[in-house]
């Protein structure tokens, strides 16, 4: 069965500090990972990785990808008050398939 | 643009009533999904569709039907509502599929008593 982990589940930092929040995934015929940003409402799009190693980056937000061992991480550095909010880390497979994670739940 | 519009946003229903849930998206994409997500729980895809007139489902269909007569709106029509299908429902666009992000509209919160 395919699956999204990510982790931890909940973490909570003060202003000014780095995190890093994981997700790895079991699937068959991987096409492409995605992170979003869920605040009070709909998630929002953050970033779309295809290829192991290379790095994506937006602002003080940034993701990379290894296909080889099955995992994403997504890296915010300098940790604002709006940056809290749930992290959604999602896999597709095959043709339509999105297979989202629980989501991490950051608190800043 | 608006992207991708739900209504209601908030609704309580007596168990065995049904309703529909309205999404529409003004992006002329060809892709649409619902999703439920539970406290705590990721996104579950409930239906989807690849264009008009053609749906499939996901992964938990039981208890909802869909239609896709336009290639704007995929409405989400619950028979029957049991306290099981209290959550909160996202419907979702996307230009193509697998490679493709999804937008998503402001979500429908459904309380089944």
């Known amino acids: 069965e395919d699956k999204v982990v990510q982790s931890p589940l909940s973490l909570v930092v003060h202003e000014g500090d780095t995190v890093t929040l994981n997700c790895s995934y079991e699937v068959t015929n991987f096409r492409s990972l995605l992170w979003y940003k869920q605040e009070k409402k709909a998630p929002t799009f953050l970033f779309m990785l295809t290829s192991s190693g290379i790095e994506k980056k937006s602002g003080r937000l940034s993701s990379i990808l290894d296909k080889k061992e099955l995992f994403s991480i997504l890296n915010i550095t300098a940790t604002q008050t709006g940056d809290s909010a749930v992290y959604l880390c999602?896999?597709?497979?095959?043709?339509?398939?999105?297979?989202f994670g629980t989501g991490t739940r950051l608190k800043v | 643009n608006a992207g991708v519009t739900q209504t209601p946003k908030f609704r309580i229903l007596k168990i065995g009533q049904s309703m529909t849930l309205q999404c529409t998206q003004d992006?002329?994409?060809?892709?649409m999904y619902w999703y439920r997500q539970d406290p705590g729980m990721g996104l579950k895809l409930i239906y989807y569709s690849v264009g008009a007139g053609i749906t499939d489902k996901g992964e938990v269909p039981n208890g909802y039907n869909v239609s896709r007569s336009t290639t704007e709106d995929f409405p989400l029509r619950l028979e029957l509502a049991a306290p099981s299908q209290t959550s909160v429902y996202f419907c979702a666009s996307s230009y193509g599929t697998s490679v493709y992000e999804q937008y998503f509209g402001p979500g429908t919160r459904l309380t089944v008593t």
């Open positions: 999602a896999v597709t497979s095959g043709t339509y398939k999105y297979i």
């Open positions: 992006m002329n994409h060809n892709y």
